[in-house]
């Protein structure tokens, strides 16, 4: 068994694409160093991450097959599933086979793989800019811890950028300790790690109460429907959430 | 009064109103300002009775003038009466709006002194948070009934969609419910928001900086059983709105008892069901291509609360089915029960590239429950002992699989009704 294993960077991934096909490969799985576990059936090939092959991989996806496959094989990495990496190099061989076309081949599962992911990050990518709550802090910056199952921070930061222009934030990936920050001009990303404790801005409560009483009023109790509620809104969001608590 | 008191009163009369959608407007945030709307709208919460919340929907006040029975602010009934100044309602909106919490804001009011000064209330409020602290997130306002045209024309400027509710769908329901409104004083507004959409429409062909007015347009909401209004009466009404009136959305609220006025039909509960019914149904007229006759008529007014209406306009058509999924154009596949706009859209993307069967279909995200009785792959029927083709047997199949899914969620209904091909020897 032969396994690709990556730095688990984008660049990283796609660098593994190019080797593949270079190399005429066929691994058995393409996956991120944090992720492997060895076992003496497979054999190790280390991809060392060129940014020039990355390149190469990602001019060749737009031109010979369409802007919406890069997309796609974009969020299916963000998803981080186990077979992501293997998915996305099966998707872009039948791809680069069938050229443009490729995403009409609904029913193929080399193509219906990346599609499944992608609907899971999208979705979770359009719940996220609903569900992120910012609480105010002493200094002035909004901040925002959140959980995500897939890692969709990334495709957040132009959204409240764009929205909340003239405020400091930052949207803080608890798991995954890293976080979007926004300083009134640009948007970047880098890692955090906490060492302080938050402290509050002196009003901040009080904003926190007033959502709550208006989450509770706004509640028709003839209606009551919770499980339509975490359909919707999974469990799973739920810590971070002001008037979940 | 304190905020948390006049949030709690004035939050409390507008949560019926349905309406909460911030979808269809573009509108761009300004530098330096703060928000912009999505097109797609985003919901940011949901409330335990699983509506989602968009908007901070609220009134601005509810003291009325006006005495309509369905409403919990009518002036005769004893409620805690509360206003906000306009300074306490911006700072509330754009506290929330830079927590995330809300989309923007669905400001409505109770009629206060007079529908003029009611308007300019509203209007002050809009021209504060759009040119003073430069908010661009979504604002949804309620026009006044009765209000002057210079003011509905002038809130339009600043808002992203218009609603006058009309909540009663004839006339007779008017005059036994709200006695002091009339369908003219509520058409009117309409009207001019219909014709204000219109002339911006056209000024902006010639004109790129032509001031947005309403771009996410005009919705209205009617309420379901507080009157004896059937099911046809409504949709038909809806139809007018849609094409007459180019409304984005009516929505449908069912009746939630907030008063005991001998005028009001007396229910234990909201008639949920029938609501669900003429969502569907107002669905089926807007993004599928059928009209009202199609679904309902003067023998039938009303909707098979057990059957969705597609379902139930395929079992009457039979004659139209079975479909053939690699052939069929895609209005025709629309009409299938169980295919929606995304599954239809995927049947004709995917056929391009090959004939697809069941298997396929499965794979596209096809849900075959309901439309394996209508639709061959390849000229065969879905493989499984016996599907039935004549319209009794479907209807049991379609009841049962609904039956077996939903148990305890329907109104407890006689076995009989239910299955009334036991009593034919169907089954």
Redesign the interface.
């Known amino acids: 068994m032969l396994y690709y294993i990556y730095d688990g960077s984008f660049d990283g991934l796609l660098t593994a694409i190019y080797d593949a096909y270079y190399n005429k490969d066929f691994p058995e799985q393409i996956v991120p160093q944090d992720s492997f576990t060895d076992n003496f059936l497979i054999s190790k090939v280390y991809i060392r991450t060129e940014e020039e092959k990355s390149k190469k991989v990602h001019d060749a996806v737009l031109q010979k097959i369409s802007r919406r496959a890069m997309a796609g094989i974009m969020y299916a990495y963000l998803s981080e599933d186990e077979n992501a990496g293997i998915s996305i190099l099966e998707y872009l061989r039948f791809g680069f086979k069938v050229g443009r076309t490729v995403d009409s081949y609904l029913a193929d599962d080399r193509v219906n793989n990346i599609n499944r992911l992608v609907t899971k990050v999208a979705r979770e990518k359009h719940l996220l800019a609903g569900i992120i709550r910012f609480r105010l802090l002493h200094n002035n910056i909004y901040y925002a811890p959140i959980e995500p199952q897939y890692n969709t921070l990334c495709l957040l930061g132009k959204h409240f950028a764009d929205r909340m222009s003239d405020q400091i934030f930052v949207i803080h990936d608890v798991k995954r300790s890293y976080g979007v920050f926004y300083d009134k001009t640009k948007w970047f990303m880098s890692d955090i790690e906490m060492n302080k404790d938050i402290v509050l801005h002196e009003n901040e409560l009080f904003y926190q109460e007033l959502w709550k009483r208006y989450f509770d009023n706004i509640t028709i109790k003839s209606r009551i429907n919770p499980k339509l509620q975490s359909n919707h809104m999974p469990k799973k969001y739920w810590k971070y959430l002001i008037e979940m608590k | 009064m304190n905020?948390?008191e006049k949030?709690?009163i004035l939050?409390?009369s507008?949560?019926?109103d349905v309406s909460c959608s911030s979808s269809g407007s573009s509108r761009?945030?300004k530098?330096?300002?703060?928000?912009?709307a999505?097109p797609?709208g985003?919901?940011?919460?949901?409330?335990?009775?699983?509506?989602?919340?968009?908007l901070?929907?609220?009134l601005l006040t509810n003291y009325c003038i006006y005495d309509c029975k369905y409403c919990v602010n009518r002036s005769s009934n004893d409620v805690p009466r509360a206003a906000f100044t306009i300074d306490e309602l911006v700072n509330?909106t754009i506290?929330?709006y830079?927590?995330?919490?809300i989309?923007g804001l669905f400001l409505s009011s109770a009629v206060c002194v007079s529908p003029d000064h009611t308007m300019e209330l509203l209007l002050k409020s809009v021209k504060r948070l759009r040119e003073e602290v430069n908010f661009n997130?979504y604002i949804h306002v309620k026009a006044i009934p009765g209000a002057s045209n210079k003011l509905i024309e002038e809130t339009g400027k600043y808002v992203d969609r218009m609603s006058v509710n009309i909540e009663l769908p004839s006339g007779e329901s008017l005059k036994l419910l709200a006695p002091q409104k009339t369908k003219e004083s509520i058409i009117k507004p309409m009207g001019l928001i219909k014709s204000g959409i219109i002339q911006y429409q056209e000024e902006k062909l010639k004109f790129k900086s032509t001031p947005q007015f309403v771009p996410g347009g005009q919705s209205t909401q009617l309420i379901v059983g507080a009157t004896k209004d059937n099911d046809l009466k409504i949709l038909k009404l809806s139809e007018s709105l849609y094409s007459s009136y180019k409304l984005k959305r009516v929505y449908y609220s069912?009746y939630?008892p907030v008063s005991n006025h001998p005028n009001l039909p007396a229910i234990s509960?909201?008639p949920?069901l029938r609501e669900h019914r003429l969502y569907q149904a107002d669905w089926l007229l807007r993004f599928y291509g059928f009209n009202s006759g199609e679904l309902l008529n003067e023998e039938n007014p009303n909707f098979d609360e057990l059957l969705d209406p597609k379902s139930g306009w395929a079992i009457r058509n039979l004659d139209k089915f079975p479909v053939e999924v690699n052939k069929a154009d895609y209005y025709t596949l629309l009409r299938v029960p169980g295919i929606g706009v995304k599954s239809a859209q995927?049947i004709v993307?995917?056929r391009?590239?090959?004939m697809?069967d069941f298997?396929?279909?499965k794979?596209?995200g096809i849900v075959l429950k309901r439309a394996k009785y209508f639709i061959t792959c390849k000229g065969r029927y879905f493989p499984q002992k016996s599907i039935p083709t004549n319209a009794v047997s479907i209807k049991n199949r379609l009841l049962l699989e609904d039956n077996i899914k939903n148990r305890g969620n329907i109104e407890q209904l006689s076995i009989f009704s239910l299955f009334p091909g036991i009593m034919d020897g169907e089954f």
């Open positions: 905020l948390n949030i709690k939050s409390d507008a949560k019926y761009k945030n530098k330096g300002g703060i928000g912009n999505a797609s985003i919901c940011h919460s949901w409330t335990p009775d699983g509506r989602c919340i968009s901070l929907k609220i509330l506290n929330f830079r927590r995330n919490y989309e997130g069912a939630v509960g909201p949920l995927r993307q995917g391009r590239v090959s697809l298997d396929d279909l794979k596209l």
